[in-house]
């Protein structure tokens, strides 16, 4: 009999790649039926309604007056360690290096070393953070003090070994959808709110920030409408919208351009979309590729991170060094012009989603790897004996 685990997560709950896959792992977690109890300052927003064998518990940080900023990452070590007494966890999966595996670590100081610490890895943690000096050595400790690390592609693990020198085994687990969620039929009402029949909607989703490049989303969507009628979906929110919204209308395209925000049904948006653009600097993964394949929708993209991992140019979806808007905007009018291609392309993309990154394979990877460190921990308490 299989035996079935009390698992802790601890992600950061908001918008982003990293939050959505940890909540969608513990939701098919529950559902495999492990006792999943998620522990972060807000609700995850993927959590939503009630899930049976999922529990939410709150941080709470404290303001104490001597403080000059809110010590966050003490209380969720504190709660951490509370949640893993209180409720016997076997393990604690925690993504992101800084600041939820060094807490997860202060945690198993207090409880013990039978709590068990996975951590994943999703990207800004060593692509942005691994580079500070100031929290370089912090990362690596938190990393070698793990019981298994994971990292969501092939160039993570590489640059993570890189910036760190670091000599912890790096188990590669992809991120994943859940095919189900993605063959809903377009909703032509909703599609009609955008564009007319004989227009093409190119979707760009992200949270704004300077690596997603959005001045170059605008640039190839310029260049994409010069030579096709269509409109562009922005999704999301961040420091770089309000410059969007500027360049959109030096280019005279504010017509052509709708922001809908922050949007928790990924899936009907995507489904509105016929083309997808991620021009980022730099992506560990890209989820939203991910997630755009699963609908049918083909990416133009940057030939950067682990985005060649998901993306496979001339078969799903077209890729061009960072920066080279033209090329990308050609690859785009050629797909958009092309509807044979177009399907083709389409059809490869939801098939190498369901072959490469169902959500049940990689689910059941994780378990394995929770399987190992618990059976581990067994094995050295019936030594010791």
Do not use: W
């Not at 939820?100 to 942005?128: N, S």
């Not at 670091?166 to 992809?174: A, D, Q, T």
């Not at 979906?233 to 709708?258: I, N, Y």
């Amino acid at each position: 009999m299989v035996k079935r685990l009390k698992i802790g997560i601890s992600c950061y709950p908001t918008l982003g790649g990293s939050g959505v896959v940890a909540t969608e792992l513990g939701k098919m977690l529950a559902e495999r039926g492990h006792e999943v109890h998620f522990i972060t300052d807000r609700m995850p927003f993927r959590l939503g309604q009630f899930h049976s064998n999922i529990f939410y518990h709150e941080v709470e940080v404290s303001d104490y007056y001597v403080f000059r900023y809110p010590p966050y990452d003490l209380a969720l070590a504190n709660k951490l360690a509370q949640v893993a007494k209180q409720e016997k966890l076997d393990i604690l999966h925690v993504h992101y290096a800084v600041p939820h595996a060094i807490c997860a670590y202060l945690a198993k100081q207090m409880v013990g070393d039978h709590l068990k610490v996975v951590t994943t890895l999703h990207g800004t943690d060593i692509t942005i953070l691994g580079h500070d000096p100031s929290l370089r050595d912090l990362i690596r400790l938190a990393i070698h003090q793990s019981d298994a690390v994971t990292a969501v592609s092939q160039d993570l693990i590489a640059e993570t070994y890189e910036v760190l020198g670091n000599e912890k085994p790096i188990e590669l687990v992809y991120n994943f959808v859940d095919p189900q969620d993605y063959i809903a039929p377009v909703n032509p009402q909703l599609r009609a709110q955008f564009a007319k029949p004989n227009e093409k909607i190119v979707l760009h989703m992200s949270n704004f920030r300077p690596v997603k490049r959005i001045s170059d989303v605008i640039d190839i969507f310029a260049g994409i409408h010069k030579e096709v009628p269509s409109h562009l979906v922005f999704v999301g929110e961040g420091p770089e919208l309000a410059k969007a919204v500027h360049q959109v209308k030096e280019l005279d395209l504010t017509s052509r351009v709708h922001y809908l925000g922050k949007q928790n049904n990924v899936a009907e948006v995507i489904g509105l979309a016929d083309l997808l653009l991620l021009p980022s600097e730099k992506e560990s993964f890209g989820l939203v590729a991910l997630e755009a394949m699963a609908g049918g929708v083909p990416t133009i993209g940057s030939n950067t991170g682990g985005i060649p991992e998901v993306v496979n140019h001339g078969v799903n979806g077209y890729l061009a060094p960072v920066g080279h808007i033209e090329e990308m905007a050609a690859y785009a009018v050629r797909l958009l012009s092309d509807s044979a291609l177009y399907h083709d392309f389409s059809l490869a993309g939801i098939q190498r989603a369901r072959a490469q990154f169902s959500a049940a394979a990689i689910v059941e990877q994780y378990e394995r790897i929770y399987y190992k460190v618990t059976e581990a921990s067994s094995c050295n308490s019936s030594l010791s004996m």
